[in-house]
């Protein structure tokens, strides 16, 4: 993902951001009014949405338009200039990657953050390894890593001692997405996870993502690929030069009015029955 806070808004007359849709409040994390800037650079300019438990909130917009700015946002990575963060309705500070952490958030960067050399289990506990007796309790991180894969449906790994660079794409991301799980995450944000895979890596991911939502977690899905947002996506958030164009149920949406929305702010076409629209 190319996303760059190198795109200034110069739009002059940029639409208003929506107000936050019915039953705002509601969402296991809402932002209200985040703003950030990087000099003069406007990244983000009061960013509302809530993102619910239970859902795939997919994030999407043009490059420039704010995307990989908002989720590190969201992650602690970097501090809001302006704006609150509610979380179960009542406001938090997420000032780095450890209040994001300890409130259940977790990302999955596009580039996974897995190391080749380690196996599967060494991955889904590194930095966070158990420790008994003064030495490592591999027993229970195995069964606490093979627990977690299981309940995922993940089962293309033949065994959670192989090493990460013996993982095709797919695998991979599945990991990746399974280690945050293992920390009783509430809500796992998802930067392209299908970006470079093959047709059957992409639907074991999706199914993935799908299961993720099914079990009750928030998932907010970051991706160019607009199959795979019509494709597990709840709900649609389109982001344009950093401001928040449109928060709308995937139904009441299709790829035509989603590419409007990006590029120019505004759609006034209607939903074409069998051309793209939502779930």
């Known amino acids: 993902m190319s996303t760059s806070t190198g795109s200034p808004v110069t739009d002059p007359t940029p639409p208003p951001a929506p107000p936050p849709a019915a039953g705002a409040g509601e969402g296991l994390l809402s932002l209200r009014g985040i703003s950030k800037n990087f000099g003069a650079v406007q990244a983000l300019v009061d960013v509302s949405f809530d993102i619910p438990s239970g859902q795939v909130t997919a994030l999407i917009g043009d490059n420039g338009a704010g995307k990989s700015v908002l989720i590190k946002t969201i992650a602690g990575i970097h501090s809001p200039d302006d704006g609150q963060f509610l979380w179960e ?80 794409g797919g695998q991979r991301q599945s990991v990746a997405i399974a280690k945050a799980v293992l920390w009783n995450s509430k809500l796992v944000i998802m930067d392209e996870p299908t970006a470079a895979l093959g047709v059957a890596q992409t639907a074991m991911v999706l199914g993935l993502v799908r299961r993720l939502a099914d079990r009750g977690l928030a998932v907010m899905l970051v991706s ?47 939903v074409t029955p069998g051309k793209g629209a939502g779930k």
């Open 224 to 270: 160019h690929n607009m199959n795979d947002v019509f494709e597990v996506a709840d709900r649609i958030v389109v982001l344009r030069l950093g401001r928040v164009v449109a928060v709308k149920p995937a139904a009441e949406l299709d790829r035509q009015i989603v590419v409007d929305l990006m590029t120019t702010g505004v759609s006034t076409r209607a």
């Open 89 to 168: 309705g009542k406001p938090v500070h997420i000032r780095n990657p450890m209040d994001a952490s300890n409130l259940g958030i977790e990302t999955v960067h596009q580039d996974l953050a897995l190391c080749d050399n380690l196996d599967i289990v060494q991955n889904m506990f590194l930095g966070r390894e158990r420790v008994e007796r003064l030495a490592l309790d591999e027993e229970s991180m195995e069964k606490s890593a093979g627990e977690t894969l299981a309940g995922l449906a993940v089962t293309t790994v033949r065994s959670i001692r192989q090493p990460v660079a013996s993982l095709s």
